[in-house]
């Protein structure tokens, strides 16, 4: 997906997800580019399942109203058994959220560089049961 906006959506601006039971797989390979989120009740973009996922040059600002109220969150679904790996999160803006500007819960096997993570109320990045590894790379928060 290249050059899209999501502006002012009841919701989530962007959802990253799949029926598993229906398709037996998550999403993968996907890429966001140049899309802004603005303006987004829920999050900016929300993420549930998938693998080698890349985000770059965007822009998730102003996201507020029904909590969490991120960014960008990446979010399994419970029963968490879903894979939620080898995210790229690079050269983005997440700023003036209600929430953090990233949130990462239940994910593995990802970076997050080069992005500035301004001005949001709960803070730049929260991270929470994570079984490896996230490489955070100047980043300005």
Known sequence: MNGVTAKNFSGDGFTIENNVDAVKKVPDKVKLDRVTADYNRRQGLSIIAGTN???????????EGTPSSDGIALERDKPYTLLLENMV????RMQN??????IFAF???SRVEYNIIPSN???GFFKQCLRSYIVRKQNQL
Not at 89 to 92: A, G, N, T, V, Y
Not at 97 to 102: A, E, I, K, P, T
Request: no cysteine.
């Open 107 to 109: 994910s593995h096997h």
């Open 121 to 123: 109320k709960e803070g």
């Open 53 to 63: 996922i890349t985000i770059t040059n965007s822009t998730f600002k102003h996201t």
């Open 97 to 102: 959220n209600g929430g953090y500007g990233l």
């Open 89 to 92: 999160i690079r050269h983005k």
